[in-house]
T-cell receptor, first 112, second 114 residues
Framework: EDQVTQSPEALRLQEGESSSLNCSYT??????LFWYRQDPGKGPEFLFT???AGEEKEKERLKATLTKKESFLHITAPKPEDSATYLC?????????????FGTGTRLKVLA | EAQVTQNPRYLITVTGKKLTVTCSQN?????MSWYRQDPGLGLRQIYY???????DKGDVPEGYKVSRKEKRNFPLILESPSPNQTSLYFC?????????????FGPGTRLTVL
């Protein structure tokens, strides 16, 4: 069964304290792995797409990496405005190739 | 402005009273999808549509119907809502030819079924 697990569920950081969020996945064949940011009361906003192991993407203080079993979202020197829930999702190959499976997210709080 | 819109944003209804949540996108996207978001369960896909008149079930389709008669619209229909359908609903769309294959999400519809 295709599955996505995110850890930790919640994370509190001091401003400037770097850390990583984890997304472990089990899929029959990975078509793509996605990271989204979700602010309270809003829809998810796209951050990154990763397609193959070894791939890395960067945007400002965020860097996403991918292995065959997991993805990491590294946050370098976070600021309070980085506080949000970060969602990981996978799209699997095979039948239902346009199905998406989301993890339950990591709630990040960055303290000033 | 490129966007996905949903209406209504908030809805309180009673068990068994049919309702429709509308979703519209102005980006000419082929793919559209509905999700529900519940605490501890994350986003779960209800239905998706690859194009006009083409729809398929996601992971939690029971109790829901969809239709795709026009490319821009993808309404979600609850013919006989029940309290376990109380949730936050998101519509999303994406192009099938983009590089990132990212989904664009609407602002959400918070539904309460009493």
């Amino acid at each position: 069964e295709d599955q996505v697990t995110q850890s930790p569920e919640a994370l509190r950081l001091q401003e400037g304290e770097s850390s990583s969020l984890n997304c472990s996945y089990t899929v029959s064949g990975l078509r793509g792995l996605f990271w989204y940011r979700q602010d309270p009361g809003k829809g998810p906003e796209f951050l990154f797409t990763l397609y193959s192991a070894g791939e890395e993407k960067e945007k400002e203080r965020l860097k996403a990496t991918l292995t065959k079993k997991e993805s990491f979202l590294h946050i370098t020197a976070p600021k309070p405005e980085d506080s949000a829930t970060y969602l990981c999702a996978v799209q699997a190959r095979g039948s239902g190739t346009y199905k998406y499976i989301f993890g339950t997210g990591t709630r990040l709080k960055v303290l000033a | 402005e490129a966007q996905v819109t949903q209406n209504p944003r908030y809805l309180i209804t009673v068990t068994g009273k049919k309702l429709t949540v509308t979703c519209s996108q102005n980006m000419n996207h082929e793919y559209m999808s509905w999700y529900r978001q519940d605490p501890g369960l994350g986003l779960r896909q209800i239905y998706y549509s690859m194009n006009v008149e083409v729809t398929d079930k996601g992971d939690v389709p029971e109790g829901y119907k969809v239709s795709r008669k026009e490319k821009r619209n993808f309404p979600l229909i609850l013919e006989s809502p029940s309290p376990n359908q109380t949730s936050l609903y998101f519509c999303a769309s994406r192009s099938t030819s983009g590089i990132h294959n990212e989904q664009f999400f609407g602002p959400g519809t918070r539904l309460t079924v009493l």
